[in-house]
């Protein structure tokens, strides 16, 4: 698809209609983004694919579906697949396999019916490009009825559902390191939600089947995305009876995998999948619930994300539940699974393509020590109520100024400084985040990261998809101590600036 022509820095949700249409199954989806101008797919510090999520048109009422905002008529749309910066890539193929005397496994596309894309691309330069998604599709024409008479083999249409959402991480130096989303939400705090917050964030099932694909998704601080069976309401199968510190069954652990292993904040990772021999029950009225588990003794994370997708096929009902146990539950592994061990534990779903992304503090890091580099002195300093961003500058109190520009600005103490994004109406968004003191090192992987002094969430926001306020300035907090403060932009983290309370 495209080219597209992405504008310098810009990171907006874009939605097509030019989809191939026909009727038939899709087995499997890679997708890549690629830079029109070399034909490679640009690092993740130049571009990537933010997320990327294809829904069909139904008219099904036993389809799940998405409020897109394109909905017309009856019909409405139902999630066929998502991506996000990890690449996550989906063979149904390989879970059929496994199981040689079972059914073939495919989502159902119906040509007659609209599709769509809704994607965002995000430009981390300050130059515009020109780039082209790629989605590499493995497809089967054909009803199941005409599949079957051709072939002798069952094909039955699964059904997707994706759920989640998106929270802020608080930091807490001294605690535990490890934060549950919804758990971890203190009773009556911000997004407390008494029916999620001591279940997880779940959806009740309307439909029965068994599950045979799913995996999760998080951004760079994030560890795993835990779902589990809770069964339905009033039954008491929330309780932890697999004794792993979750509510109900388990049933997935999609882990973060890093490229880097001994890297846990990159953003160069991939998520891991269910194996191909994984199983599960679902039955109407199950609640199915995700934890977000992130890393939060270092870091803070903004607009951080827990969301998975499950795979399942109707055609497969299971037994009605016998109680609140494995055989009710709990997954199984089919025998020709090729991995083995723990059914419950994801594995990564497809191989690197890629050298890993430049990281620092590590032994292969190109820049190799630490993070931050050589201070470099402030020439002036101006006592100031306001610094202006534009042109992906912070000014004054820009890093990257030289010269009578590198100016350091100050506000006395208990005052404020207030940031006005100039840049919003060219549609780019920015963000004020703190950062340990110097924050001057190159952007890489794994840096910078915020250390949660402040955030101002996103200023310049025109996004309809992402539902963010719309705001071009912001105003620092009013009680920092007497020092110096550093700080970057989390959508454009090579932009970094700083301050002074006097």
Same mark, same amino acid.
């Given at each position: ?43 993740? &510090? ?28 009856? &019909?409405?749309?139902?999630?066929? %697949? ?119 964030? %779940? ?53 973060? /995998? ?19 021999? %994984? ?36 055609? &497969? ?95 006395? &103490? ?39 002094? /402040? ?48």
């Amino acid at each position: 698809f495209g080219p597209f022509h992405v504008p310098a820095g810009q990171d907006l949700n874009r939605i097509t209609l030019d989809l191939p249409v026909n009727n038939g199954f899709y087995t499997a989806i890679a997708p890549d983004l690629i830079d029109v101008a070399t034909g490679e797919e640009p690092s993740h &510090q130049v571009a990537h694919i933010h997320h990327a999520h294809w829904f069909r048109s139904t008219n099904d009422p036993n389809d799940e579906r998405y409020n897109t905002g394109l909905e017309f008529g009856d &019909q409405g749309f139902s999630w066929v %697949f998502g991506t996000g910066e990890e690449e996550t890539q989906g063979s149904l193929d390989a879970r059929a396999d496994v199981d040689p005397t079972g059914p073939r496994y495919g989502l159902y596309i119906d040509g007659d019916s609209p599709q769509m894309l809704i994607y965002m691309l995000h430009n981390k330069t300050a130059r515009p490009l020109n780039l082209f998604v790629l989605l590499r599709v493995k497809f089967v024409s054909g009803t199941a009825d005409e599949i079957k008479t051709a072939t002798g083999k069952e094909f039955h249409p699964l059904r997707g559902k994706l759920w989640g959402t998106t929270f802020d991480v608080p930091r807490e130096a001294n605690g535990d390191g490890t934060y549950v989303h919804p758990l971890d939400i203190p009773v009556g705090g911000p997004g407390y939600n008494a029916a999620f917050s001591t279940r997880g964030k %779940f959806f009740t099932s309307g439909f029965s089947g068994t599950i045979v694909a799913g995996a999760g998704h998080l951004h760079p601080a994030g560890r795993e995305v835990v779902i589990s069976n809770l069964g339905p309401a009033g039954s008491g199968c929330e309780a932890d009876s697999d004794s792993d510190g979750y509510p109900g069954i388990t049933l997935v652990h999609s882990r973060k /995998f890093e490229h880097v292993a001994a890297n846990n904040y990159s953003e160069d990772y991939q998520m891991g999948a269910t194996k191909n021999g %994984f199983r599960a029950p679902i039955r109407v009225g199950d609640r199915i619930a995700q934890f977000g588990v992130y890393s939060n003794d270092l870091y803070a994370s903004y607009q951080a994300m827990s969301y998975a997708g499950l795979y399942t096929d109707t055609l &497969q009902v299971p037994a009605a539940a016998t109680g609140c146990n494995a055989t009710s539950y709990a997954p199984i592994l089919l025998a020709g699974d090729p991995v083995g061990g723990d059914v419950t534990e994801g594995v990564l779903n497809h191989p690197r393509t890629h050298a890993p992304d430049p990281h620092c503090e590590l032994a292969v890091s190109p820049f190799n020590g630490p993070c931050n580099v050589a201070e470099r002195p402030w020439l002036n300093s101006v006592e100031t109520n306001s610094v202006h961003i534009g042109g992906f500058k912070y000014l004054p109190g820009d890093e990257g100024s030289s010269g009578v520009a590198r100016v350091l600005p100050q506000v006395k &103490q208990g005052k404020s400084i207030t940031f006005i994004n100039e840049d919003a109406a060219l549609g780019i968004r920015h963000t004020v985040t703190s950062c340990g003191w110097p924050c001057n090192g190159p952007y890489v992987a794994n840096y910078p990261m915020p250390d949660a002094t /402040f955030d101002s969430a996103m200023l310049g926001n025109v996004d309809p998809v992402d539902g963010s306020a719309f705001k071009v300035n912001w105003s620092t907090p009013t009680g920092l101590g007497v020092g110096r403060y550093s700080y970057f932009c989390r959508t454009h983290p090579w932009m970094r600036g700083a301050f002074e309370v006097i």
